[in-house]
């Protein structure tokens, strides 16, 4: 997964909040405007696109999920600030953090088993069933391992220049977290969705947008976190800026929102799109 090598990165830096930004980014650049240009893509000359709605409800009810287990933390961390005037606030946030990391994993290990086992034959259409690859297994695995070194590298150049770009560009690092280096990680995954939805394929589309954002909240997010804690520099689960919150939580209400009627037209994805310039406008001048 290209999103967590290149957060593994910049939180070896020290880059904390740049990498909220960055899971918060990926969130948003996948459903809004991954799914956007897909939808704008695949409509273009046609009046609607269908899909399964079992198979794009039952994404989006884990991506609700999903983002309630990962913003819970803040809303722990504000009720002791705020509320409970609880000591130790910073020590609570760091346990609470490490537990619902574990209790993600094995949601995300669970969801691997249901869409891949248990209940394939819903995440599956067709054309995918009968599909077969051309590459053997050792063909898969070098190339998979050539893929992940020529990211980490790539990680490593991005990483290493993030705080020079901010100062030469003038922006802050919260932005380039949260627009820049999320479509750095996520481009992989918008190219294939809007590849696909060119060719009427929505039901690929929906697995590939809204399947990488429960994938950045039940594997890479908890993974930081428990990597932080082994690197000695913790990182918790707190999305301290309200814009992060809203971001996270907004992008899965939109999201359930368009999978309802098990269709769309160009112009839902010209609103997604809108949407996520929105978000990026708001992180861009804050």
């Given at each position: 997964m290209a999103?967590?090598?290149?957060?593994l990165f910049v939180l070896a830096r020290g880059h904390v909040e740049v990498v909220h930004a960055q899971i918060t980014g990926s969130i948003a650049a996948t459903c809004l405007l991954g799914l956007g240009l897909a939808i704008v893509a695949g409509g273009f000359n046609r009046e609607r696109q269908s899909f399964t709605q079992a198979r794009a409800g039952l994404l989006s009810s884990m991506l609700v999920l999903s983002v309630i287990a990962l913003i819970?933390?803040?809303?722990?961390d504000y009720a002791g600030r705020n509320i409970r005037h609880v000591h130790h606030v910073n020590a609570s946030d760091e346990l609470l953090s490490l537990a619902v990391s574990m209790v993600l994993l094995v949601l995300y290990s669970g969801n691997l088993v249901f869409t891949?086992?248990?209940?394939?034959?819903v995440f599956a259409t067709n054309e995918e069933a009968s599909a077969r690859s051309a590459w053997s297994t050792t063909t898969c695995l070098?190339?998979?391992?050539a893929c992940t070194g020529a990211a980490a590298l790539q990680s490593?150049?991005?990483?290493g220049a993030l705080t020079e770009a901010a100062k030469s560009t003038g922006v802050t690092p919260l932005f380039l977290g949260v627009v820049v280096l999320a479509l750095v990680g996520t481009s992989s995954n918008i190219f294939a969705a809007v590849w696909f939805a060119r060719r009427d394929r929505m039901g690929l589309v929906m697995t590939l947008c809204i399947g990488s954002a429960i994938q950045i909240a039940l594997a890479a997010a908890p993974l930081l976190v428990i990597f932080s804690w082994v690197i000695g520099k913790p990182m918790t689960l707190v999305f301290r800026?309200?814009?992060?919150l809203f971001s996270i939580a907004g992008t899965a209400f939109?999201?359930?929102a368009i999978t309802r009627d098990a269709e769309t037209t160009w112009f839902e994805g010209v609103l997604l799109i809108g949407v996520y310039v929105v978000l990026a406008l708001a992180y861009f001048f804050s």
């Open positions: 999103e967590l090598i290149l957060a819970l933390p803040a809303v722990f891949l086992i248990t209940h394939r034959n070098n190339v998979l391992l490593e150049f991005v990483s800026n309200p814009v992060d939109i999201v359930n």
